[in-house]
């Protein structure tokens, strides 16, 4: 059903019995996180061909996402058509990328609108991505958060971002945050577990830096930073701080993990920034569909605009380009 990180022969994270010796006590010093992340990124610029490589495995990584509160059906058919062809025909030729199937990581929707991206999407390869477990402050009763998933998995989604309660890593409550995380991936059978963070809410890197462990420990496929909600979505500091876990539970497992910065991510600038980050920290095997996600509503927009740019030498006017 979902597409396994790095092919078939790489088996799915099983998860692991709770091991609090592995985050506990880890304190992460905020300005050495900040310096790295403004080293990772500042300067470093990629031109012409190299650019253009970047941003299309920037698009084959993003999640294309609406998480509206007046979402239609209708506009997620849309959302789906732009799924399917995410460039401007003249890109495409211009980069002789019509044999490429050139796609979007996935399709991000509410439960509700599943069944409308499922019948949208059918034949594209691309998989639906739900939020779910109340989504996205996630203080609703755990078995009603269960069952959430268990109707988004039911409608056809494939992948499933489900958010943490942030009050269990306020208080410390390790065993609470695992027992939870390792119910919802039961509950999502062979779809694909995102844990959302929310880690504009969780106040140190330490409880960052604790809560991706415990979420990976728990099974989670991928750990991702914010709904897009919070006041403070995807920073670089806060990344820095999650790919370095995910690193840890490497080393100590053997399993790689994916990451999903999402919230607040518009620019194209963004997409390559953090694509950095993860070559620096991580290594390149990490920048593929299947480990590496890019939660945004509105970043597609921008990397098309430059591969025009890149392609014809001018930037096209908003209006001759579908937003996304
Ligand atoms: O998971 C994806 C995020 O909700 C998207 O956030 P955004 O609307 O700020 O791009």
Not at 46 to 72: F, M, P, S
Not at 84 to 110: F, K, S
Not at 219 to 234: P, Q
Request: hydrophobic letters at 45%.
């Amino acid at each position: 059903m979902s597409r396994r990180p790095l092919g078939a022969n790489e088996p799915r994270n099983p998860g692991m019995a709770l091991e609090e010796a592995w985050f506990t006590g880890r304190a992460i010093n905020r300005p050495a996180a900040e310096r790295r992340a403004a080293r990772l990124t500042s300067g470093r610029s990629v031109k012409k061909e190299h650019q253009a490589a970047w941003l299309l495995n920037a698009l084959r990584c993003i999640d294309l996402t609406t998480l509206a509160g007046d979402d239609t059906g209708a506009r997620v058919k849309r959302l789906c058509a732009r799924a399917r062809q995410p460039l401007d025909p003249v890109i495409v030729t211009a980069l002789g990328l019509e044999e490429a199937q050139i796609r979007v990581g996935a399709v991000c929707v509410y439960p509700t609108m599943v069944r409308h991206a499922v019948a949208a999407l059918q034949g594209s390869g691309i998989p639906v991505a739900s939020v779910a477990t109340g989504f996205p402050a996630g203080l609703m009763p755990l078995p009603l958060r269960l069952e959430e998933i268990r109707y988004a998995v039911g409608e056809g989604a494939e992948e499933i971002d489900i958010v943490i309660t942030r009050e269990h890593v306020l208080t410390g409550n390790w065993q609470a945050l695992y027992d939870e995380v390792a119910a919802m991936r039961a509950a999502c059978g062979a779809a694909q577990l995102k844990a959302i963070l929310a880690t504009g809410d969780l106040q140190t890197l330490g409880n960052v830096y604790a809560a991706s462990m415990v979420a990976m420990q728990a099974g989670a496929d991928f750990i991702k930073t914010s709904t897009g909600k919070e006041a403070v979505n995807a920073t670089l500091p806060v990344g820095l701080t999650m790919v370095r876990a995910l690193r840890d539970y490497h080393d100590l497992t053997g399993h790689r993990i994916g990451f999903k910065p999402a919230g607040g991510m518009k620019s194209a600038k963004d997409a390559l920034n953090w694509q950095f980050l993860l070559r620096e920290e991580l290594g390149l095997a990490w920048l593929d569909p299947g480990l590496f996600r890019l939660g945004a509503s509105s970043m597609l927009g921008d990397i098309e605009r430059q591969l025009m740019h890149h392609v014809t030498g001018a930037y096209a006017s908003a209006e001759k380009l579908a937003l996304a």
